[in-house]
Structures are given as structure tokens and as C-alpha cells.
């Protein structure tokens, strides 16, 4: 899909020339596509561009790995099979192609039902980042969703959580319906056009152009009073201003489907993100606040539940509904503070100087006077940079200033002489 406008910035000067790169690589060599935004591009360079797009694209589309669905369901167990180096369901006539590949064999429905348990998690820290849910926070969102009464999820960025939907939408008291946006093509193998969206969260863009825009639009429609929710779960590398762009503009979608009743308001929101992020989703989202909740991850060494000091998990949900509302699970160790009226985890002590609690990362933070705010309990207060931090740490010179501007007083992300895009 489109690139985003990025600007390149020398110490000391204010203005910096600007280039287009992939919105959702992070690393040129997973992507290496740049260009100038003054550059004029010769009619030969945008003709391999394009012959370069077109060889990229997936080998079946997304109607016809539907098909290729419905005909697998149908085979006997023995002779459903799985390429694991092509990720691909096998229909029998295409096992001869693949004979040198290792596959699995006898797939069962229930793998068929929780594809991201059969397909090889994309870890590349730089494009994909793709770490899923544990089930622990996988069912315990679930059923925060259900009891604060949410029957569409609109799971933009988290398979685990969809297929969990999905398994579950067979039974009769079951009544809630995902729809899954992911820029993981390999899903639409198993899920239909009204269940999957080919989609990148970082620019807005649907690769299945407007039938699938209209898909996400028309389940965004809240009839007979079915209430909408986003969970989005982004890569943690990524650029928190191109995704709060993307999601304003489903936010946008949704108040589309309503012809009144939704102008002021934003449509409710999970944001599930690392708590040091905290000051730069509120920066685009000021409505929002962060719950203590730790999430935890399947196939990521660190992000783990239950560690304890700078181990613990550090991915917190952030929402705009009332943080009162979200119920925590107390036998995990949370409880709710009556002053700030929302569950906080048992290490988070309230501090009757900043009539809050503080806590970020769940240890019990301590007051400095001379800061007036709460910091880490290892940290400690440097007269020589006037602020708390570790006690082993180089005193900086408080005059280098930002490193584009050379003012003091901001850092380089915050300056005011960057053309945001």
C-alpha cells in the first residue's frame, strides 16, 4: 500500500528533507523501497517497481483460497495436509509440487479453528513483530468484552483473539462476531471475506480495495443494538503516529455508520501496547487511560506473566472507556482503589501527594520531593541533571539540548521544528 512521508534531520538544523519509505517494513533490508519526495522518478524505474509489486503478490487470491477452503474440509483426515515451508493447505493434486517440503499431516478441525497455532509466527521485530496472545489474556479479554456488553469485536491486529471468537460462535449461547483486519495474507486460507481483511494498520490500507473497505464498514454498523469494540494489539516498534492516524480513521468508519447519535464520540477502544508508550498514545488519544492489566505472550521470552521486578510483562491495555469499568481479575492479584476508582495491581500504593496510583511497571514507586512526582524505587534523585534516575548513570551537561534544534528543554521526537506527517 502507500508509503509514509518520513523527513531526515541533521543536528542544528531546522528544516530536513523529506522521503517516502514503507509504512510497515522497518528495516530496509525487508523492504528496501525509498524514494525523495522531490525525486522525479524515470518511467523505467516505476515500470520494475511495479513488475517487482506484481511478482510479491500472493499466489492465489483471497475468493480463491475460500474455494480451496470449502474443497479441503471436504477431503477424508488422511489426506488433509499442511506445507510448513510454503505455509499452504494442500489439496492432493498439489502434493507432488511440494514433495521435498516437510508438511503435517491429518489436520484436524480443531487446528483448522486456531490457524495461528499452525502457521509459523512472523518474528521479525522490524516488519511483523507477530507475538500472540496467551491464552490467560486471550480469555480473560474475551470475557471483558462480554460482560461489559460488546457483540462485535473489530480484532484488527490479533488472530489469536479472533480465532478464539470464532471457535466459539458454533455454540448456541454464543453471540458475539469478529472480524479480523491483518496484513498476514495467510489467513485468509481459513477465514471467509466477511471474517478476514487483508489490511495495514499503519496506513489505512485495504488490499482488497473497496468490496473490502465496505466489509469493515457494514460490520462497523451497530444494528439491533449490537455494540462495537476495537482491540488492536500493534507491533511495538511501530510508528505511534502513523497507527493513531489509521485508527481515527476506523474510528471514522465507525460515526460513517450512524447518522446520528455517534458525532462526538469515539468508537470504544482497546490499544494494547507497552506501558512506556503511555505519554505518546494519550498525545493523539487524551480521552484514553491505562489499566494495570499485564498481558502476556505465547511465543515472546519476556513478555510473561508472573515475573516479578523488571521481568514482568510490560504490555498494558489502554482504553477510552471508563477505567472503573474494567473489572480485574483479583485472584491474579489486582484490586480496586476507591480513590482513583479503578483496579490497580496489589504493588500499586496510592500517593496521597500525587492523589494517584503511580505505578507503571507494578512495583511500589516512591515519591520525590524535589521531582514532585513518583519515580522507580531504583532510582535515585542527581543534583548534577536535577531529575531521578539510576544511580549508576553518566551525569549529561543539561545544555546539549535537542538534537535537531540544539535547544534545550524538549528531546529531538517532541521538537517543534519537525514537519509532522
Known amino acids: 500500500g502507500p508509503a509514509l512521508l518520513f523527513v531526515k534531520t541533521s543536528q542544528g538544523k531546522e528544516e530536513g528533507r523529506r522521503f517516502y519509505a514503507c509504512s510497515a517494513c522497518r528495516d530496509r533490508k525487508d523492504c528496501n523501497f525509498f524514494q525523495w519526495e522531490d525525486e522525479k522518478v524515470s518511467e523505467t524505474r516505476l515500470a520494475a517497481r511495479e513488475e517487482y509489486n506484481r511478482s510479491h503478490q500472493p499466489f492465489f487470491t483471497h475468493r480463491q483460497n475460500v474455494d480451496r477452503y470449502k474443497n479441503f474440509i471436504l477431503l477424508p483426515l488422511s489426506k488433509r495436509r499442511f506445507c510448513q515451508e510454503c505455509q499452504q493447505l494442500l489439496l492432493p493434486a498439489e502434493w507432488e509440487k511440494h514433495s521435498d517440503h516437510q508438511f503435517l499431516c491429518d489436520i484436524t478441525p480443531a487446528q483448522l479453528k486456531s490457524p495461528s497455532q ?8 522490524k516488519t511483523n513483530a507477530q507475538y500472540l496472545f496467551a491464552d490467560r489474556s486471550c480469555q480473560f479479554l474475551l470475557n471483558l468484552l462480554i460482560d461489559l456488553g460488546f457483540r462485535r469485536v473489530l480484532s484488527v491486529g490479533t488472530p489469536r483473539l479472533h480465532e478464539m471468537i470464532q471457535s466459539k460462535a458454533s455454540q448456541e449461547e454464543f453471540n458475539v462476531r469478529s472480524l479480523l483486519l491483518d496484513i498476514d495474507f495467510r489467513y485468509s486460507q481459513f477465514y471467509t ?4 481483511c487483508h489490511y495495514n494498520m499503519f496506513n489505512h490500507h ?12 457494514k460490520f462497523l454498523n451497530e444494528e439491533n443494538g449490537e455494540r462495537v469494540i476495537m482491540v488492536t ?14 485508527f481515527k480513521k476506523l474510528m471514522a468508519m465507525w460515526r460513517e455508520t450512524e447518522k446520528e447519535g455517534h458525532d462526538n464520540r469515539e468508537m470504544p477502544m482497546f490499544w494494547i501496547f507497552p506501558y512506556f508508550f503511555e505519554s505518546r498514545i494519550l498525545d493523539f488519544f487524551p ?20 515475573k516479578t521486578g523488571r521481568r514482568q510483562s510490560p504490555v498494558r491495555i489502554f482504553t477510552n472507556l471508563t477505567p472503573s469499568m474494567i473489572v480485574l481479575p483479583e485472584e491474579e492479584g489486582y484490586r480496586f482503589c476507591t ?19 503511580t505505578s507503571k511497571d507494578g512495583r511500589r514507586w516512591k515519591h520525590c520531593v ?4 513518583c519515580v522507580k524505587p531504583s532510582w535515585f534523585h542527581c543534583n548534577n541533571c536535577n531529575c531521578c534516575t539510576l544511580e549508576k548513570h553518566s551525569c549529561e551537561k543539561t545544555d546539549t539540548g535537542c538534537f535537531v534544534c540544539g535547544k534545550a528543554g524538549h528531546k529531538r521526537s517532541t521538537c517543534p521544528s519537525l514537519s509532522h506527517t
Open 233 to 246: 494489539d500493534p507491533p511495538f516498534g511501530g510508528l505511534v503516529e502513523a497507527l493513531a492516524s489509521s
Open 206 to 217: 485495504f488490499f482488497g480495495g473497496e468490496a473490502a473497505r465496505e466489509t469493515c464498514r
Open 118 to 125: 499452525l502457521l509459523y509466527p512472523l518474528e521479525n521485530k
Open 339 to 357: 480513590v482513583c476508582q479503578r483496579y490497580v495491581s496489589s504493588g500499586n500504593q496510592h500517593c496521597e501527594i500525587c492523589n494517584s496510583c
Open 370 to 373: 524535589l521531582c514532585k512526582k
Open 193 to 196: 471475506e466477511d471474517e478476514f
Open 287 to 306: 480521552s484514553f487511560s491505562m489499566m494495570d492489566y499485564q498481558v502476556d505472550y505465547d511465543n515472546h521470552a519476556l513478555y510473561k506473566h508472573g
